[in-house]
T-cell receptor
Framework: AQSVSQHNHHVILSEAASLELGCNYS??????LFWYVQYPGQHLQLLLK??????LVKGIKGFEAEFIKSKFSFNLRKPSVQWSDTAEYFC????????????FGGGTRLMVKP | DVKVTQSSRYLVKRTGEKVFLECVQD?????MFWYRQDPGLGLRLIYF???????EKGDIPEGYSVSREKKERFSLILESASTNQTSMYLC?????????????FGDGTRLSIL
């Protein structure tokens, strides 16, 4: 079974700092990759997804993620964070042989100081 | 826009009670999912369903059951609630077909078992 690791459980940044959240998965086959965000008191929302093509995908609110197949990674980045980016971020993986099932990482809680 | 509605935001029950968590989606999605969300563990899949009256176990089905009598409604049942089932429960739905279709989440039900 696949697993997903998010290395940082808590990240604290100042506004305008650059962000990179790590995500690694353990599955050797074809995968579909997602980042979800959960703002305080709100439901999970899709930030971006990768399923084929250009390994650098752009999502909403200036976020992007790069799929590096050789490293089994799908790190999330944003060049300049804002206070409104304070949220919990979840990486999720769907293996091509797992139907529509997702395996989630443990989440990274980001706090951006104003 | 897809709407996934969970019947309660907060619920408090006693040990041994039978607990029902309800979820309704309005987009005619065939796939529906129940997760629990715990700090540091991310989202873990309890059960999912690909169609009416159809259910499949996820990663942590013990102590839970589900019911899918109508396409739009997916219920999670705690047969005899225990304190280790205190958690945030999230329902999600997605359209069938390609596995890269994102899941849409409800606001969650925070369940406390006393």
């Amino acid at each position: 079974a696949q697993s997903v690791s998010q290395h940082n459980h808590h990240v604290i940044l100042s506004e305008a700092a650059s962000l990179e959240l790590g995500c690694n998965y353990s599955y050797g086959g074809t995968v579909n990759l997602f980042w979800y965000v959960q703002y305080p008191g709100q439901h999970l929302q899709l930030l971006l997804k990768y399923f084929s093509g250009d390994p650098l995908v752009k999502g909403i609110k200036g976020f992007e993620a790069e799929f590096i197949k050789s490293k089994f990674s799908f790190n999330l980045r944003k060049p300049s964070v804002q206070w409104s980016d304070t949220a919990e971020y979840f990486c999720a993986v769907n293996a091509n042989n797992a139907g529509n099932m997702l395996t989630f990482g443990g989440g990274t809680r980001l706090m951006v100081k104003p | 826009d897809v709407k996934v509605t969970q019947s309660s935001r907060y619920l408090v029950k006693r040990t041994g009670e039978k607990v029902f968590l309800e979820c309704v989606q309005d987009m005619d999605h065939e796939n529906m999912f129940w997760y629990r969300q715990d700090p540091g563990l991310g989202l873990r899949l309890i059960y999912f369903s690909y169609d009416v009256k159809m259910k499949e176990k996820g990663d942590i089905p013990e102590g839970y059951s589900v019911s899918r009598e109508k396409k739009e409604r997916f219920s999670l049942i705690l047969e005899s609630a225990s304190t280790n089932q205190t958690s945030m429960y999230l329902c999600a739905s997605s359209s069938p077909g390609q596995p890269n279709q994102p899941q849409h989440f409800g606001d969650g039900t925070r369940l406390s078992i006393l």
